[in-house]
């Protein structure tokens, strides 16, 4: 009986995993991904109407996916902005926010006009895209994808940067962007 029950259950087993298999593939040939770079989602930008990433080629970006609920999220916000001031056009930060309305987004930023770029992923869609195209299966925020001037992904953080210096190490290493000099 026991043997009988156990072979069931991997019968039913097998066929759940050959069902989620079927479901996944068919997601990710649906998923507007390239090989050589990251899927060309638009965005709904809070200070501009519309933003996408084959309008920012030639420039390297730092993609950032948060929340307001996500207090590593907000964390880490000033560490990108001041990374924004800084590089002087050198590259562009990008903040997309992949569950807040437009409206308690610019509530949560009040009278301040953040250098970096703040976007809304309205439907969820792009950050669908992008948690599939770079292993964030499980869609944890804050996600950070680093993109180079001819648009391909370089690399990707899953988690917070602790420190401003972590993430300029990170764009050093990956970008060939230095932190500019202090005097």
């Known amino acids: 009986m026991a043997v009988r029950m156990s072979r069931k259950i991997w019968i039913i087993v097998a066929i759940v995993v050959v069902a989620v298999g079927a479901t996944v ?3 990710l040939s649906d998923s507007p991904t390239s090989p050589d770079g990251p899927p060309d989602s638009a965005f709904s930008i809070i200070t501009w109407n519309e933003t996408s990433l084959s ?3 030639g420039t390297p ?4 996916f948060w929340s307001i609920s996500c207090p590593y999220c907000v964390q880490q916000l000033p560490n990108l902005e001041s990374v924004a001031l800084q590089s002087q056009g050198e590259l562009e ?3 997309v926010n992949t569950r807040d309305s437009a409206s ?3 509530t949560f ?5 953040p250098t970096m770029t703040i976007a809304v992923d309205t439907n969820g ?6 948690c599939l195209a770079y292993d964030n299966a499980g869609g944890y925020i804050p996600f950070t994808l680093f993109i180079d001037s001819e648009g391909t992904v370089q690399d990707k953080r899953i988690g917070a940067f602790a420190t401003e210096t972590q993430l300029w190490d990170t764009l050093n290493d990956v970008l060939g ?3 500019p000099e202090t005097s």
């Not at 869609?125 to 992008?130: I, K, L």
């Open 177 to 179: 962007i230095t932190a």
């Open 109 to 113: 930023f009040g009278d301040y006009e």
């Open 61 to 64: 970006v730092v993609l950032n």
């Open 125 to 130: 869609q792009a950050f669908r895209s992008y």
């Open 25 to 27: 593939g068919i997601t």
């Open 104 to 106: 308690r987004i610019r």
């Open 55 to 57: 309008t920012r080629e």
């Open 93 to 95: 930060v990008i903040a």
